[in-house]
């Protein structure tokens, strides 16, 4: 079954306003990644955590891995609609290779 | 540099036939994926190769062969395509073990009627 569960499945925000998506685990993660995708693309890599408690930002995106390895979240700052699309995390389990995606979180931006 | 192109773009498929989906990558990436995406559950993997000549099952792998004859290309073959297969189909590529992100192709919508 599904091994990293990500919510909320949607959310709509007005522009300007702030949204976060969060990412849990069942099992411990070696790393976590978060991924976009635009509407009708592909999905395109944006950062990769690896520390526990680690926190990255770039520009208005904020990324938090948890301490014990099992959570993260994606904060966004002032959405613009250019942030439109959907976010998944993607962790890599203690001692495996592989990437097992979160379920997603489509964000639309109302102008 | 085209990095990561796949083929078709989209199809419409009978269930019962197979079909071969294409994925070719310019970029010398040791290791190849593919997943398919679908409403709800993200993307699943289906089949990986680590490395030319190497293949392994991923999460989702019955119903579904890859081979991995050179470094360059990565085909997904339906040998027997069902409607539960129809999907957006992407394929992706990272440069070796110990890199982790991966680089999409812009995928293939599969119909299986």
């Known amino acids: 079954g599904q091994q990293v569960m990500q919510i909320p499945q949607y959310q709509h925000v007005q522009e300007g306003e702030d949204f976060t998506t969060y990412c849990n685990s069942s099992?411990?993660?070696?790393?976590i990644q978060w991924y976009k995708q635009r509407p009708g693309g592909h999905p395109v890599f944006l950062i990769q955590?690896?520390?526990?408690?680690e926190v990255k930002k770039q520009k208005r995106l904020t990324f938090q891995f948890g301490e014990a390895k099992k959570n993260s979240s994606l904060h966004i700052t002032a959405t613009q609609t250019t942030d439109v699309g959907t976010y998944f995390c993607a962790g890599v389990r203690t001692g495996a290779n592989n990437l097992f995606f979160g379920t997603g979180t489509r964000l639309t931006v109302i102008p | 540099t085209a990095g990561i192109t796949q083929a078709p773009t989209s199809q419409i498929l009978a269930a019962g036939r197979s079909m071969t989906l294409r994925c070719t990558q310019d970029m010398r990436h040791n290791a190849m994926y593919w997943y398919r995406q679908d409403l709800g559950l993200g993307l699943r993997l289906i089949h990986y190769s680590n490395t030319a000549g190497t293949t392994g099952k991923g999460e989702v792998p019955d119903g579904y062969s890859v081979s991995r004859a050179n470094t360059d290309d990565f085909p997904l073959t339906l040998a027997s395509a069902v409607p539960s297969q129809t999907s957006v189909y992407f394929c992706a590529s990272k440069p070796r073990e110990g890199y982790n992100e991966q680089f999409f192709g812009p995928g293939t919508r599969l119909t299986v009627l």
């Open positions: 955590l690896v520390k526990s408690g």
């Open positions: 099992t411990t993660l070696s790393n």
